[in-house]
């Protein structure tokens, strides 16, 4: 099947990306036609992990396809490193925890601290995605404190409004309350099954001290909120793109 014809049928089928919830879809998520092609876009390597790494493998245990494109390699990431050593460390730990989580890891081939939005970088995120041609993107919430993550949120955004035809889009949520702010979710994603092995993906990321940013900082605690949330015992929060909009440009 050809992948417009696979897009069409998925859109006209049984799992319409245009009327399925992310958090419906993840209830069921066995491809019910051909695999669905899920890309999350992070900023750093650690961002995917913590923001949808239950999501993710929960996403590429049922055979469906997942990408994880990361905007920088953490160049500016290790106290004491050249941006070359911290980029080949950061590199090493994205592609253990990208194994782990059953994705592939892309680089896009920013620098950690200095990320840039211009329109040459919307051109080439567009031409990113539409290389990898995803049925979703999952992408930072573009308020956030840290201008990484938002440059990574609006590259997608443009990204998305330049797609023929659009993706769905959700949005991840990291360090909520320190860098995400206002956000408010509109599907969950019971991750329970999969604690384990995001714990153990967000721990591959050794330079980052993951006990802090994980165990004791608010990565735990924003699952079992979200959790609390829905129901389960540990979830992930997204809020979906639904906005039609245009380019901007005229
Ligand atoms: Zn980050």
Not at 84 to 99: D, K, W
Not at 113 to 119: M, N, S
Not at 160 to 179: D, I, W
Not at 199 to 214: G, L, T
Request: charged share 20%; proline share 5%; hydrophobic share 45%.
């Amino acid at each position: 099947m050809s992948t417009t014809t696979r897009r069409e049928f998925l859109r006209a089928g049984a799992v319409s990306l245009a009327t399925v919830p992310l958090s419906a879809l993840a209830k069921n998520p066995a491809p019910t036609a051909q695999p669905l092609r899920i890309v999350a876009v992070g900023a750093h390597p650690d961002d995917p992990e913590s923001g949808c790494g239950g999501t993710l493998k929960k996403f590429s245990a049922a055979g469906h396809n997942v990408t994880v494109l990361y905007l920088t390699r953490g160049e500016a990431g290790i106290a004491g490193q050249t941006a070359a050593q911290a980029a080949a460390t950061r590199t090493a730990e994205a592609e253990s925890a990208c194994g782990l989580l059953g994705a592939h890891a892309r680089f896009f081939g920013q620098i950690d601290g200095v990320t840039v939005f211009d329109q040459a970088a919307v051109a080439r995120m567009t031409q990113a995605l539409t290389d990898l041609q995803p049925d979703l993107v999952l992408a930072h919430w573009p308020i956030d404190s840290h201008p990484d993550h938002q440059v990574a949120a609006t590259l997608v955004i443009q990204a998305r409004l330049r797609a023929a035809p659009p993706f769905e889009l959700f949005f991840f949520e990291v360090c909520a309350g320190q860098q995400t702010m206002t956000f408010r979710p509109t599907d969950y994603v019971d991750i329970t099954d999969m604690q384990e092995v995001k714990r153990a993906a967000v721990f591959c990321h050794a330079s980052q001290n993951p006990a802090e940013i994980y165990a004791e900082g608010g990565h735990t605690l924003m699952e079992q909120f979200r959790g609390a949330e829905c129901g389960v015992r540990a979830a992930e929060a997204f809020v979906r793109f639904t906005a039609r909009g245009t380019t901007g440009l005229v």
